[in-house]
């Protein structure tokens, strides 16, 4: 697709990393989809239920052969099943031309503790525009309005297209780190080794070594704490929520209802809750899942949320809950395990359990807008707890 003068005016004020207006903008995006810039300012807007025939169609556009499971029933869990929407709005706006609906960005309504309070606040994901009008600046155009709209605007997971523009527009945060542990040698040395016919063997003396080593490392749970199934998440963790909460620490609030529906009402993974509990007090809890590649089972630790204690760091809740996980998953059959970690004592803990760091799966995290009070905590990175759930990846 050859690039018009106005899109390329955009790109090489940008990657100079030249502050652009906000009439600039509607200025050089005008000429470059040859709309006049009054109509500009109304096309991008809230989606409505007529649309979504239209932004399932865009999906397929954009997504193309990537899409392998059922969209339009996996849209509507995403946007119109979250929890904290706004009397039966839809979390998408949609930017239109000609009556089409060319591009759109869809966000998820999230309560964030901070300062010892909670603050309604935003997580934008789903930036689509149609490929043939992909390059012409609509992305910068939606991230502005979205800045401007959302007084506390985040962003976890991105492309690599919309990474560069996202590290213009918004405040870039150090990111979530990437974390996995080998837990069959057999996959990994297949794909590795010159001569396959190695493989078994070498595995075999591997996973020994492997099997051996996290025995050793296991850590006993002890007699008045009970780490059970979850079926599905009840006011306990509400509770849990609340006690987690402190002054200090930075978190998207992990109520039952959000729970519930992002994780046990998923459509497209299955998804293994795990609560540690003290009588009936739940201490912590911790969610994973299986993705089949076409070479080896993943074993992901999504989420996790524990009760600070006055245990050492290896036979705290959170490492005993970490230790269940391991265990289940092996059970289940993964080859190796992926876990995503932003506090310094759960990477201690995962370093104990033999996870190795591995940057080139970090996830970018990006602070769109926040009102100036919340600035010094959600600046302050020791401050967050992130987990992959925070994402939209999985």
């Known amino acids: 697709m050859n690039s018009s003068p106005a899109s390329e005016t955009l790109a090489l004020a940008y990657a100079s990393m030249k502050p652009i207006s906000q009439p600039q903008i509607y200025a050089v995006l005008a000429r470059a989809l040859g709309m006049p810039s009054e109509h500009l300012r109304s096309a991008f807007r809230i989606a409505t239920p007529e649309d979504i025939p239209e932004i399932l169609r865009l999906r397929r556009d954009t997504l193309g052969p990537a899409i392998t499971w059922d969209d339009e029933k996996y849209w509507r869990w995403k946007y119109l099943e979250q929890p904290e929407l706004h009397n039966g709005e839809i979390p998408c706006w949609v930017f239109e031309k000609d009556d089409e609906i060319i591009a759109a960005m869809g966000f998820e309504r999230i309560q964030l503790c901070a300062n010892g309070k ?22 910068v155009l939606m991230n502005h309005v979205f800045q401007r709209h959302f007084p506390l605007l985040m962003v976890l997971g991105t ?18 780190r990437f974390w996995k542990k080998l837990i069959r040698a057999q996959p990994t040395l297949e794909r590795r080794l010159r001569w396959k016919s190695l493989a078994p063997p070498l595995a075999t003396m591997a996973d020994s070594f492997l099997a051996a080593y996290n025995y050793s490392t296991r850590i006993r749970v002890p007699p008045d704490l009970e780490i059970r199934r979850l079926d599905a998440f009840d006011e306990g963790v509400n509770l849990l929520c609340d006690r987690t909460q402190s002054q200090k ?103 104990t359990l033999w996870f190795t760091r591995d940057p080139s799966g970090d996830i970018p995290f990006f602070l769109g807008a926040s009102p100036q009070e919340l600035q010094p905590y959600l600046l302050a990175n020791d401050n967050w707890i992130l987990t992959k759930g925070d994402s939209d990846i999985g």
């Open 118 to 139: 909670i603050y309604p606040g935003v997580w934008s994901y789903d930036i689509m525009v149609r490929p043939d009008y992909d390059g012409r600046g609509l992305g």
């Open 159 to 176: 492309n690599d297209r919309s990474t560069g523009m996202l590290e213009r527009l918004f405040t870039p945060l150090p990111p979530l």
């Open 249 to 351: 620490t930075v978190l998207v609030r992990r109520h039952k209802d959000y729970l519930n529906w992002r994780y046990v009402s998923h459509p497209r993974h299955t998804y293994f809750c795990y609560g540690a509990f003290r009588a009936d007090r739940l201490q912590g809890y911790i969610v994973t899942h299986l993705a089949a590649t076409e070479h080896q089972t993943l074993g992901v630790i999504s989420d996790w949320l524990a009760e600070s204690d006055d245990s050492v760091i290896r036979c705290s809740v959170m490492r005993l809950l970490l230790q269940h996980a391991i265990h289940e998953l092996t059970r289940a059959g993964a080859d190796v395990l992926h876990a995503f970690a932003y506090q310094s004592s759960i990477e201690q803990i995962l370093r």
